[in-house]
């Protein structure tokens, strides 16, 4: 049968077993509809899915925006706000950042223009074009770090200065340098600039200033800036105005109504930041460490030296040993609290100061808004005798002639000036709150008081760990600083009252301490064979608790480990005598191959650390001058260890055969080729 011409009917259930099935044939056949559906299915293809061309509108070619000159030029900002004299600083303390300060404030009185700038914030190949500004000057005030290395915000000032040929022809500049004679580069920084921005050409109008920490750095920086600013005066042609009278940075901003949660509570830069943390983590940006551990070290006697562990777990904080750790400290309370009532202010008053200069890099002295107790807590130093500037400007506010006088002399170059201020406010160790309570007619505004004080500044401690043994965690070894003044008063150190007081509960309590790590050139040698040679008395000990647990941890590793010799010293072998199990169980385990311990009053005669030294003194020669040892010194700079290097002079002259200046020139090489290291403080 033919299927083309048949119908086929299905059948209904009903009908399906009487019914006849007619069938008739079909009108298309299967390949016809095979085909039929390809040829539809491409056409809906062409038609709806294929990709077509893309029309790409004429857009104008967008220029990419150069950065604003005011981001990196301080000679545009200065022409556009009519200054004339930058003051530079390189400053890790805040004190060359105050007194470059000083100075651009001056500027006023003698009819010029100043501003204080960081060269972190600039680019520094600038500096040849100062001579587009009419009688423009540069001023350095450079602090030095370390063993003569820049402050962390001129390092790249420094490696620029180092590397440029730029012509600096025309430059007008001068320098004070701030540093401390106890150090074997004194004042290196400052040196160094004043030396090569001449070799590049540009004109110094005034000597050199070196400021002396170890003496008076106050004093020294008040001579040297008495006779800066006449000789400015002469060669600029220009006269003083013979207007001294204060002039104020900030304006003073109450926030009656405002969000608290836009009030800083101590953060160091961004808003929220204790709340919210994320790494990486800096002197902007601390990180909230839990204290895990807080223990007494010394068995006894009046003084307390303590053991803290802070947990740096999931912060990505990396050390290595010898690194120090940065710790933000909180001011005493109380004292907060008395200032307050003296000035008879509101503590809890939300405000905020300006800089009446609106195209300062520096808006406010500290962040704002916040509270005045936020402030006297957190940001400002309270503790610390105020400089003659901070007294100068204060004198206004006392109302009794002769307090006022008194306190305008202690500001002044008069020698009985001069003097008053070493005894009065030096020597006897006045702080802010001291001087508040001693003159009571002073009673300054607040806010102008907050304006004065300087900031509030991180302490440094030397890393009593090994990462490689705990990578968790940071370690310090610290004295609690507790003493009577001349005029009576008990003073405490501010961070070390502060960290004794960071215990953990035992209900699970953690306090937090502000903290970074900063970078340290006091490191182990590369070759974990090289014999190294530690001294350490009191808590220089710290960093040495990490070599030697480094030098362990090696060992265990099945590296060959060279000598490791400790010169330790304490006052008493059964009160003082810090990690004293550790160091003997590290001795027991053949780490340490040599544990002197100087006991300076178990008997009669003091026995310090150098005197082990010289008892010793074939080893000692032996490990330097025939083992390639490395010498590490930790602890006090202006007594134990200028004593400890005058040792070795001994020693290398006498062993070495040498006179007096060749073994002052032995040491000093082992200096230069990383073999003699220091880590030292005043």
Same mark, same amino acid.
């Given at each position: 049968?033919?299927?083309? &011409?048949? @119908?086929?009917?299905?059948?209904?259930?009903?009908?399906?077993?009487?019914?006849?099935?007619?069938?008739? @044939?079909?009108?298309?056949?299967?390949? !016809?509809?095979?085909?039929?559906?390809?040829?539809?299915?491409?056409?809906?293809?062409?038609?709806?899915?294929?990709?077509?061309?893309? $029309?790409?509108?004429?857009?104008?070619?967008?220029?990419?925006?150069?950065?604003?000159?005011?981001?990196?030029?301080?000679?545009?900002?200065?022409?556009?706000?009519?200054?004339?004299?930058?003051?530079?600083?390189?400053?890790?303390?805040?004190?060359?950042?105050?007194?470059?300060?000083?100075?651009?404030?001056?500027?006023?009185?003698?009819?010029?223009?100043?501003?204080?700038?960081?060269?972190? @914030?600039? !680019?520094?190949? $600038?500096?040849?074009?100062?001579?587009? /500004? $009419?009688?423009? /000057?540069?001023?350095?005030?450079?602090?030095?770090?370390?063993?003569?290395?820049?402050?962390?915000?001129?390092?790249?000032?420094?490696?620029?200065?180092?590397?440029?040929?730029?012509?600096?022809?025309?430059?007008?500049?001068?320098?004070?340098?701030?540093?401390?004679?106890?150090?074997?580069?004194?004042?290196?920084?400052?040196?160094?600039?004043?030396?090569?921005?001449?070799?590049?050409?540009?004109?110094?109008?005034?000597?050199?200033?070196?400021?002396?920490?170890?003496?008076?750095?106050?004093?020294?920086?008040?001579?040297?800036?008495?006779?800066?600013?006449?000789?400015?005066?002469?060669?600029?042609?220009?006269?003083?105005?013979?207007?001294?009278?204060?002039?104020?940075?900030?304006?003073?901003?109450?926030?009656?109504?405002?969000?608290?949660?836009?009030?800083?509570?101590?953060?160091?830069?961004?808003?929220?930041?204790?709340?919210?943390?994320?790494?990486?983590?800096?002197?902007?940006?601390?990180? /909230?460490?839990?204290?895990?551990?807080?223990?007494?070290?010394?068995?006894?006697?009046?003084?307390?030296?303590?053991?803290?562990?802070?947990?740096?777990?999931?912060?990505?904080?990396?050390?290595?040993?010898?690194?120090?750790?940065?710790?933000?400290?909180?001011?005493?309370?109380?004292?907060?609290?008395?200032?307050?009532?003296?000035?008879?202010?509101?503590?809890?008053?939300?405000?905020?100061?300006?800089?009446?200069?609106?195209?300062?890099?520096?808006?406010?002295?500290?962040?704002?808004?916040?509270?005045?107790?936020?402030?006297?807590?957190?940001?400002?130093?309270?503790?610390?005798?105020?400089?003659?500037?901070?007294?100068?400007?204060?004198?206004?506010?006392?109302?009794?002639?002769?307090?006022?006088?008194?306190?305008?002399?202690?500001?002044?170059?008069?020698?009985?000036?001069?003097?008053?201020?070493?005894?009065?406010?030096?020597?006897?160790?006045?702080?802010?709150?001291?001087?508040?309570?001693?003159?009571?007619?002073?009673?300054?505004?607040?806010?102008?008081?907050?304006?004065?004080?300087?900031?509030?500044?991180?302490?440094?401690?030397?890393?009593?760990?090994?990462?490689?043994?705990?990578?968790?965690?940071?370690?310090?070894?610290?004295?609690?600083?507790?003493?009577?003044?001349?005029?009576?008063?008990?003073?405490?150190?501010?961070?070390?009252?502060?960290?004794?007081?960071?215990?953990?509960?035992?209900?699970?309590?953690?306090?937090?301490?502000?903290?970074?790590?900063?970078?340290?050139?006091?490191?182990?040698?590369?070759?974990?064979?090289?014999?190294?040679?530690?001294?350490?008395?009191?808590?220089?000990?710290?960093?040495?608790?990490?070599?030697?647990? &480094?030098?362990?941890?090696?060992?265990?590793?099945?590296?060959?480990?060279?000598?490791?010799?400790?010169?330790?010293?304490?006052?008493?072998?059964?009160?003082?005598?810090?990690?004293?199990?550790?160091? &003997?169980?590290?001795?027991?385990?053949?780490?340490?191959?040599?544990?002197?311990?100087?006991?300076?009053?178990?008997?009669? &005669?003091?026995?310090?650390?150098?005197?082990?030294?010289?008892?010793?003194?074939?080893?000692?020669?032996?490990?330097?001058?025939? $083992?390639?040892?490395?010498?590490?010194?930790?602890?006090?700079?202006?007594?134990?260890?200028?004593?400890?290097?005058?040792?070795?002079?001994?020693?290398?002259?006498?062993?070495?055969?040498?006179?007096?200046?060749?073994?002052?020139?032995?040491?000093?090489?082992?200096?230069?080729?990383?073999?003699?290291?220091?880590?030292?403080?005043?």
């Amino acid at each position: 049968m033919d299927y083309s &011409e048949a @119908e086929i009917t299905a059948p209904t259930a009903d009908s399906a077993a009487e019914s006849p099935v007619v069938v008739e @044939e079909s009108f298309f056949s299967t390949l !016809d509809i095979f085909l039929f559906t390809l040829i539809a299915g491409f056409a809906i293809y062409w038609f709806f899915f294929r990709k077509k061309k893309v $029309e790409i509108p004429d857009y104008k070619t967008l220029q990419p925006q150069a950065p604003t000159i005011r981001e990196t030029s301080f000679i545009e900002k200065m022409r556009k706000t009519g200054k004339n004299i930058v003051a530079f600083y390189g400053s890790q303390t805040g004190t060359a950042e105050e007194f470059a300060n000083r100075l651009s404030k001056d500027a006023q009185r003698y009819g010029m223009r100043g501003m204080a700038t960081d060269p972190e @914030e600039y !680019d520094m190949s $600038e500096l040849s074009r100062l001579t587009e /500004l $009419e009688n423009s /000057l540069a001023v350095f005030c450079m602090a030095t770090y370390g063993e003569g290395d820049p402050t962390d915000n001129a390092q790249d000032f420094y490696d620029w200065m180092q590397e440029t040929d730029a012509d600096l022809s025309g430059i007008k500049y001068a320098v004070f340098g701030l540093g401390n004679k106890t150090y074997e580069h004194f004042n290196a920084m400052g040196k160094y600039v004043n030396k090569r921005l001449e070799e590049l050409g540009a004109e110094r109008i005034f000597e050199l200033g070196l400021g002396d920490d170890d003496g008076n750095l106050e004093e020294d920086f008040i001579m040297w800036r008495e006779e800066f600013w006449p000789a400015v005066c002469e060669y600029f042609g220009v006269e003083a105005t013979g207007d001294d009278s204060c002039i104020r940075q900030y304006e003073l901003v109450l926030h009656n109504d405002i969000n608290m949660n836009k009030v800083y509570i101590g953060e160091m830069g961004r808003l929220k930041a204790y709340e919210n943390q994320k790494p990486p983590f800096d002197a902007k940006n601390p990180f /909230l460490a839990p204290v895990t551990e807080n223990r007494k070290l010394n068995k006894g006697g009046e003084r307390h030296l303590m053991h803290l562990e802070l947990d740096i777990s999931g912060s990505k904080i990396r050390y290595e040993s010898g690194d120090h750790v940065a710790a933000f400290p909180t001011n005493d309370s109380t004292m907060v609290t008395e200032i307050g009532k003296i000035l008879n202010s509101d503590l809890d008053v939300v405000f905020s100061l300006k800089n009446l200069d609106e195209e300062s890099s520096k808006n406010h002295p500290f962040p704002c808004p916040t509270t005045y107790r936020t402030a006297l807590s957190h940001y400002l130093d309270i503790s610390n005798p105020p400089r003659t500037n901070v007294l100068y400007e204060l004198a206004q506010y006392a109302s009794d002639p002769t307090e006022q006088d008194f306190l305008r002399k202690m500001a002044s170059s008069s020698p009985e000036g001069k003097s008053q201020y070493v005894k009065w406010v030096l020597e006897d160790r006045r702080n802010i709150l001291a001087i508040l309570e001693d003159l009571k007619s002073l009673r300054p505004p607040i806010d102008h008081l907050c304006e004065l004080l300087p900031r509030l500044q991180a302490r440094y401690y030397s890393i009593a760990s090994s990462s490689k043994v705990h990578s968790d965690s940071v370690h310090i070894c610290a004295v609690v600083v507790e003493y009577v003044s001349k005029a009576g008063r008990t003073n405490r150190g501010v961070a070390t009252t502060w960290l004794r007081n960071k215990v953990p509960t035992d209900n699970g309590h953690k306090p937090t301490v502000p903290m970074y790590v900063r970078k340290s050139q006091f490191r182990l040698p590369y070759k974990s064979s090289t014999p190294i040679l530690m001294i350490g008395p009191g808590t220089g000990i710290a960093p040495f608790v990490g070599f030697i647990q &480094e030098r362990a941890w090696l060992k265990q590793q099945g590296k060959e480990v060279g000598e490791t010799v400790l010169y330790y010293g304490c006052r008493h072998k059964n009160e003082d005598y810090l990690y004293q199990e550790a160091l &003997e169980q590290f001795q027991k385990d053949g780490v340490l191959t040599q544990l002197n311990v100087a006991f300076s009053r178990d008997q009669g &005669e003091k026995v310090y650390v150098q005197h082990l030294l010289k008892r010793n003194k074939e080893h000692v020669w032996n490990l330097i001058q025939k $083992e390639n040892g490395h010498i590490y010194i930790c602890g006090d700079a202006k007594n134990m260890a200028r004593d400890v290097q005058n040792t070795f002079y001994e020693i290398a002259a006498e062993l070495g055969n040498m006179m007096h200046e060749q073994a002052v020139d032995y040491v000093k090489k082992l200096m230069t080729k990383g073999r003699y290291s220091s880590d030292v403080w005043s």
